[in-house]
């Protein structure tokens, strides 16, 4: 099967993600049905949608005309007072996304009610960021037919999609799934249905050992965050990144990635941020967060002393590529998934893989075994598929 341009594409859900996944769909060509239980939301989203294209006409990037057209193919449908009739709009859709909360009740339900509406069986997206597709399906009598479709933040703007299969999403959903995010112009990449799927995982340490650096006292937040950048060439550091995605949602990220792999060491969350959270400062957006971003308020200086700096910046590198090498082990994503994700969805200087190539395999299991010598947790414990590759002298792109 594939979805052409002149099929109908459903979004529930019009929040920061479900806005822009419509808009994504509509610049395409499609005639979008966007639907909320929330008026305010609607009207939030066009409003978003709007901005959005006018900006790309400024940018000289769409004509004028072209703009109008692509706003007028999104339908807004339901809003405050609506019954379930306001799904009905959805009946002919050939592929519907849902981004409304993260609750499975909330997406079971609603997809449990979009199929009972279907004139032909349509896939059902979901945009879950923590959740089991699998557990998602499994309320549904045509699980095969649903499917992740895990965008970034904002949609609109960041090229990575993680399609995700369930245990038993049929391959042609996820084949039909994938072309059709293809032909958007996004850059998908195949994830196994495990907590974070690809990015939400490897990405973690980038966090977690800056706040264990951190809170250790070996450096500042100011430093460690200076190091990131200025050595390592991150366009963010750890804590400034952190407030900048919200204090909440990392913390919750981090959570929900340690529970769902039954309390892994690698990924126990922090009191630090624990605390942060219990502050209220969840950073930019309370004003306060690691950083003080209030009205006169005196930001922190790093101590810029390079060998610092680099060690601070090799023990997250070791960090973050054992990560990634763990997930090619457990067949989480390719290899190649794995590097195209981190620098399209998390926009990393170089692919975690490649990078650990250009610096030595065996340079990095050395940084990871005197860790783990050091501390004796299984926090740092290294991949096995590291300590294979460097046994064999393999390279994790050889065909
Ligand atoms: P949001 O809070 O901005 O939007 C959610 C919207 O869903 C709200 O407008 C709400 O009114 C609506 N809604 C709630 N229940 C509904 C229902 N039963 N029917 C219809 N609409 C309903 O949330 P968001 O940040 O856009 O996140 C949406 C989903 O995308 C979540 O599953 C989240 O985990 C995932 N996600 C978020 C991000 C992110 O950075 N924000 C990134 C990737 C994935």
């Not at 003080?292 to 005196?298: H, I, K, P, T, V």
Request: net charge negative; hydrophobic share 40%.
């Amino acid at each position: 099967m594939t979805i052409t341009r002149d099929a109908c594409v459903g979004v529930v859900g019009a929040g920061v993600m479900g806005s822009g996944i419509a808009q994504v769909a509509a610049t395409y060509g499609h005639r979008v049905v966007l639907h909320d239980t929330s008026s305010e939301a609607l009207a939030r989203a066009m409003d978003s949608v709007r901005r959005n294209l006018a900006r790309s006409v400024e940018k000289g990037r769409i004509a004028e005309g072209d703009a109008a057209t692509v706003a007028k193919r999104i339908e807004t449908v339901g809003g405050d007072g609506s019954d379930s009739s306001a799904l009905d709009a959805f009946a002919e859709c050939a592929i519907v996304i849902e981004a409304v909360i993260e609750s499975l009740e909330a997406k079971q339900d609603i997809f449990t009610r979009l199929e009972a509406l279907f004139v032909e069986p349509a896939i059902l997206g979901t945009n879950t960021s923590s959740l089991s597709v699998t557990a998602i399906a499994q309320a549904c009598n045509r699980p095969d037919n649903v499917v992740g479709v895990h965008f970034f933040n904002p949609p609109t703007v960041l090229s990575l999609v993680e399609i995700v299969p369930g245990l038993v999403t049929s391959p042609e959903t996820t084949r039909t799934t994938r072309e059709l995010v293809d032909a958007w112009g996004k850059t998908t990449v195949l994830a196994s249905d495990t907590p974070g799927f690809i990015v939400n995982r490897i990405a973690r340490p980038f966090y977690g050992e800056a706040l264990r650096i951190y809170e250790e006292g070996i450096a500042s937040m100011a430093t460690i965050d200076w190091a990131m950048r200025d050595i390592g060439g991150f366009r963010m550091g750890p804590f400034e990144l952190m407030d900048f995605i919200g204090n909440d949602i990392n913390f919750a990220a981090t959570s929900s990635v340690f529970a769902g792999t039954f309390n892994d060491p690698r990924y126990k969350p922090t009191i630090t941020q624990q605390r942060l959270v219990d502050a209220g400062f969840l950073g930019r957006k309370t004003g306060r967060g690691y950083y003080d971003y209030r009205e006169g308020a005196q930001q922190p200086e790093p101590d810029r002393d390079e060998e610092l700096g680099k060690r601070i910046f090799g023990r997250i590198l070791a960090m973050l590529i054992n990560e990634a090498a763990d997930a090619v082990l457990f067949r989480i994503a390719s290899p190649a998934d794995v590097d195209l994700a981190m620098t399209k969805g998390v926009n990393y200087p170089k692919g975690l893989l490649a990078w650990g190539e250009e610096l030595g395999l065996q340079t990095v299991l050395g940084r990871l075994e005197a860790l783990q010598a050091e501390y004796g947790e299984d926090r740092y414990r290294p991949s096995a598929l590291l300590r294979r590759m460097v046994a064999e002298g393999r390279s994790f792109f050889a065909d």
